[in-house]
């Protein structure tokens, strides 16, 4: 600490102390420094991640917005990768991030998360990325499941998309529900009930290894483990799974089973 300068009268006659002693210290990111692109249209994924963080002192979220179109087709999800760049140069410009995670499951794939990992990497080289995809893999191999049911939001040819692309990556699909919703704002308001019953629906059709909630709008990190309780079931989704991963990614190890089976996971 270093007083250099003692008080002093301004020319109004206000007392100054400047250059005050102070100490530094890791600030509140002393574990890990995570950054988030949220979508534009997203009510869910800051309250659902920041519930998981609070758990967790010295891991820092940070965040940011990306343009996107409330009708989700798979016009409008590719329309977002050259602004994925801007959208994660913004978060905490000059500073190091440990993880930089993107914020859209169905854009993820139909723009590809190698490419998602490029348009970072232009700002953030340093940083390990993460998408809803990328985790929800992550956790499929941390839980052991090759059989995967699959809830999502989305219309009939984002559906395709999302189904051709997890059995490419060698995960089986063999049952796949949806709400059959393109709106962004609907999506975000379905209730958690309704979650939950098109979850039953899944695991009423075909036997699973777990099930997987594609959206990052969609609510369902805080009645994971309570569904898990009921179906015997591993369940995840977008947020869920995404968070999980960033967490594991930035070296965070802690078991917080009180977010379901996955959280007490280490990567696979």
Not at 48 to 62: K, Q, S
Not at 117 to 145: N, W
Request: aromatic content about 6%.
């Amino acid at each position: 600490m270093n007083d250099r300068s003692p008080a002093r009268s301004s020319s109004d006659g206000m007392m100054l102390i400047e250059h005050l002693p102070f100490e530094t210290d890791d600030g509140i990111a002393r574990r890990a420094r995570l950054g988030l692109i949220v979508l534009a249209t997203d009510f869910t994924i800051e309250h659902e991640w920041r519930a998981i963080m609070a758990g967790l002192p010295g891991v820092a979220l940070y965040q940011s917005r990306i343009l996107n179109d409330a009708q989700i087709t798979p016009e409008t999800l590719r329309a977002m990768e050259p602004r994925i760049a801007a959208a994660t140069d913004v978060i905490l410009p000059g500073n190091p991030l440990d993880v930089v995670a993107y914020g859209c499951t169905s854009a993820s794939m139909a723009i590809g998360e190698e490419k998602v990992f490029e348009r970072i990497r232009e700002v953030r080289p340093d940083a390990k990325c993460t998408t809803p995809i990328t985790g929800a893999f992550a956790a499929f191999r941390a839980l052991g499941a090759k059989r995967v049911g699959v809830l999502t939001p989305y219309r009939a040819d984002v559906n395709r998309i999302v189904a051709d692309y997890i059995r490419a990556r060698g995960f089986e699909v063999p049952v796949f529900g949806s709400f059959n919703e393109q709106d962004d704002c609907t999506v975000a308001r379905i209730t958690p009930a309704s979650v939950r019953r098109g979850v039953e629906t899944i695991l009423s059709h075909a036997p699973v290894d777990a099930v997987f909630v594609s959206c990052t709008s969609v609510r369902l990190a805080e009645s994971a483990r309570a569904i898990e309780a009921e179906t015997g079931v591993p369940i995840t989704s977008s947020n869920h799974a995404m968070a999980w991963h960033a967490l594991r990614l930035a070296g965070v190890g802690d078991a917080m089973p009180q977010w379901g089976r996955l959280f007490e996971k280490q990567l696979a």
